[in-house]
């Protein structure tokens, strides 16, 4: 499956923005999908992650209640809306999908490009 991430940019803290990532190639719904993030020097981090029926989602402690992971399997689609954001979440994000639900990168074997957020204080 190949997968599209798209949504980024600048934003000011205690703002919002949603990221999108489209799916190809394969059956979408086959997979879990989820989100991760790389701060500059820092390791690749999970951020959220989804079933494939979009059943059950998990979330980071630094995002939850403030970023929601949805997916549109009709659209091949999944989404990251993120609320009250802080300087700390600047970091390109990265979409990912994979066979398990899971918080750990290497249960992902397909990922998208990665969108760049960049939260302003």
């Known amino acids: 499956v190949q997968l599209q991430a798209s949504g980024g940019g600048l934003v000011q803290a205690g703002g919002s923005l949603r990221l999108s990532c489209a799916a190809s190639g394969r059956t979408f719904s086959n997979y879990a999908v989820g989100w991760f993030r790389q701060a500059p020097g820092r390791e690749r981090e999970f951020v959220a992650a989804i079933t494939k029926s979009g059943g059950r989602t998990t979330y980071a402690d630094s995002v939850k209640g403030r970023f929601t992971i949805a997916r549109d399997n009709a659209k091949d689609t999944m989404y990251l809306q993120m609320n009250s954001l802080k300087p700390e979440d600047t970091a390109v994000y990265y979409c990912?999908?994979?066979?398990?639900?899971?918080?750990?990168?290497?249960?992902?074997?397909?990922w998208g490009q990665g969108t760049q957020l960049t939260v302003s204080s």
């Open positions: 990912a999908a994979g066979f398990s639900y899971s918080s750990y990168s290497y249960t992902y074997g397909y």
